[in-house]
C-alpha cells in the first residue's frame, strides 16, 4: 500500500513538473523581455495573446487601464522556497507579497496581499484591472494604485505624476520585519499618470469607494454622523455618512437566543482634529428593551482609520 501511494505521488509530481514547463514555454518570448515586470495596456492584456505594441507607461487617469504581471519564478516556487528556508515541509504555508508603491520619487503606501499555499497554481504571470469607468472595483495592484492616491488627500489635483510599483515576496508565517525584506523587488513597474479635473470625476467611483453602494438612509445617516460627532473622544467632524445594508441585521444572545440589538454596516468620512480627511467603518446597533428598538444609535466594532482623499469627504 505504501509502495502504491509513493507511485501515486511520484505521478502528481510529474504531472505538475509537465503542467508547469508547459506554463513556461507559453511565455517564453514576452516573458524573457518584460521578465520581473508590470506591464500596462488600455485593453486585457490576454494570456498567450500579448502584443507588447499596445502596452503603455502613460495612463490619462479616467480611461480603461489593465495591467500585467511576469515573475520570474512561479507562487509555488516561491512557497518552496520558503519551505527550505523553515525547514515546514508539512505545513501549508502563505505567500506574503508586499506591494511598495511610490508617487514622484516618494514612498506613499504599502499594500499587502497574502495567498494560501494550497491554491497557487504554477502561473508565472497574472494580469488584472486598474481602472474602469463607472465600476468601483479593482484588483491589485489597481487597489495599491488606488490607496496611494488615496493617501495624497489634497496633493492629489489636475497634473502629472510618476506611480513607482516594486512588489516583494517573502514568507508570511515568518516574522520577518518589512523593512529587512525589501532587497531586491520580485517584480516592478514604472506608471506616468495625467490627472485632469474630467478624469478625476471618473476616477472618484474608485478613489470614494462606497459612493455607489448600499442604501440610502438620511435619517438614519444622520443620526449615525451625530452619534460619530459626540464620541468621548472626538476623532473629528463628520462630513458625510454611507449605510451598506438595506436590512436591519438581528444580534442574539448566544445561549438563550434573546434579541440584543440590531445593527447596519457603515462607513463615515470625517475631517481629523489635523485638518487630514479620513474613513472609517462601523456597525450602527440599536439596543432592544424586549419590546422595542432604541431610537439611539451607537456605533460599534469600529474598523481601523484610513485615509479618505479631499475629493470624496463631501458628495
Known sequence: MKNKKL?????????????????????????????????FSNSKIVKNEENPQEFVTTWNMGDVLYERIYMEKTPMEYLEDFRKETKLENQILKMREVLVVKI?????????VNVEGKFIDFMVSRSGLVF?????????PGLAIEKAFRELGD?????????????????????????????????????????TEEGLEKYKILLCVGKK????????ESQ???????????????TKCHVYNSEWKIKKHEKTGR???RYKSCRVWY???????????????????????????????????EPASIHCLYD
Open 7 to 39: 507511485v501515486l505521488l511520484l505521478v502528481m509530481c510529474f504531472i505538475q513538473l509537465i503542467s508547469h514547463a508547459q506554463n513556461r514555454d507559453s511565455y517564453t518570448k514576452v516573458q524573457k523581455k518584460y521578465q520581473n515586470k508590470i506591464v
Open 104 to 112: 514622484n520619487g516618494k514612498e506613499v503606501t504599502t499594500f499587502d
Open 132 to 140: 474602469k469607468p463607472e465600476l468601483n472595483n479593482a484588483n491589485n
Open 155 to 195: 496633493e492629489l489635483k489636475p497634473g502629472n505624476f510618476k506611480v513607482e510599483l516594486q512588489a516583494y515576496v517573502m514568507n508570511a508565517t515568518s516574522n520577518e520585519k518589512l523593512e529587512s525584506s525589501r532587497v531586491v523587488p520580485t517584480y516592478s513597474g514604472t506608471l506616468n499618470v495625467n490627472v
Open 213 to 220: 453602494e448600499g442604501t440610502t438612509d438620511v435619517e438614519l
Open 224 to 238: 449615525i454622523m451625530s452619534s460619530f460627532d459626540n464620541f468621548k473622544v472626538k476623532a473629528g467632524k463628520s
Open 259 to 261: 434579541i440584543l440589538y
Open 271 to 305: 475631517i481629523d482634529n489635523e485638518g487630514k480627511g479620513k474613513r472609517r467603518r462601523f456597525n450602527a446597533k440599536q439596543d432592544y428593551d424586549g419590546a422595542n428598538y432604541s431610537k439611539t444609535v451607537i456605533l460599534i466594532d469600529g474598523k481601523a482609520e
